[in-house]
């Protein structure tokens, strides 16, 4: 079964745009959640899709939001970047987000504002 | 709010030694556990979990054991190898959620560093 996949693997962004990155989970896994790590806040939880709904919100700025679509596959956008959200954006999946589940991770996007 | 605490290394030990990495959670409601080990420039894996108080979950040598009394679930190996090296992440997964989903919460993470 393919894992998580993950697009694209890097980006260079300047400050003031906008970038979407996207990502398809495990076959059948409905719940996707999105992390971002950096060196200095380590990973945090962005948000969780499940059934095409948000459900859950970390503690981030309106400049980030997301979707997901009826086949599960997820996209997170940043709008309006700032150097500071240089930092590999993870993708993670499950089958329904329960908390007993393991989260299956993608490799991740490396995104470099400039 | 949840969180998790471990010790952040660097962590440098010579092939073979024996490994323990140090895990304590504070949570709302019960908590399953994990350990994620990331190497360099890829994603995390699932090294092993817990899901109940006394669980043992146990990977590729690496064991750990879900303590609620001392509210710990350390990493430990008996014999590390070079192909161990990477970064450890101890997380947890709470079964309260007002908003209804489960999202995992990260200690900073501990590198490990292998040498021959």
């Known amino acids: 079964k393919a894992g998580v996949t993950q697009t694209p693997r890097y980006l260079i962004k300047t400050r003031g745009q906008q970038v979407t990155l996207s990502c398809s989970p495990i076959s059948g896994h409905r719940s996707v959640s999105w992390y971002q790590q950096t060196p200095g806040q380590g990973l945090q939880f962005l948000f969780e899709?499940?059934?095409?709904?948000?459900?859950n919100k970390g503690n981030f700025p309106g400049r980030f939001s997301g979707r997901q679509f009826s086949n599960s596959r997820s996209e997170m956008n940043v709008s309006t970047l700032e150097l500071g959200d240089s930092a590999l954006y993870l993708c993670?999946?499950?089958?329904?987000?329960?908390?007993?589940?393991?989260?299956?991770f993608g490799p991740g996007t490396r995104l470099l504002v400039l | 709010g949840n969180s998790v605490t471990q010790m952040e290394g660097p962590v440098t030990l010579s092939e073979e030694a024996f490994l323990t990495i140090n895990c304590t959670y504070t949570a709302t409601g019960y908590p399953s556990l994990f350990w994620y080990v990331q190497y360099p420039g890829e994603g995390l894996q699932l090294l092993l979990k817990?899901?109940?108080?006394?669980d043992k979950g146990s990977n590729k040598g690496f064991e750990a054991t879900y303590r609620k009394e001392t509210t710990s679930f350390h990493l430990e190996k008996g014999s590390v190898q070079v192909s161990d090296s990477a970064v450890y992440f101890c997380?947890?997964?709470?079964?309260?959620?007002?908003?209804?989903?489960?999202?995992?919460?990260f200690g900073k993470g501990t590198k490990l560093s292998v040498i021959p």
């Open positions: 997380a947890l997964s709470d079964s309260y959620s007002g908003a209804g989903s489960y999202q995992l919460t």
């Open positions: 899709y499940f059934s095409e709904t948000q459900r």
């Open positions: 817990a899901t109940k108080a006394d």
């Open positions: 993670a999946s499950s089958l329904a987000g329960s908390y007993q589940e393991t989260q299956y």
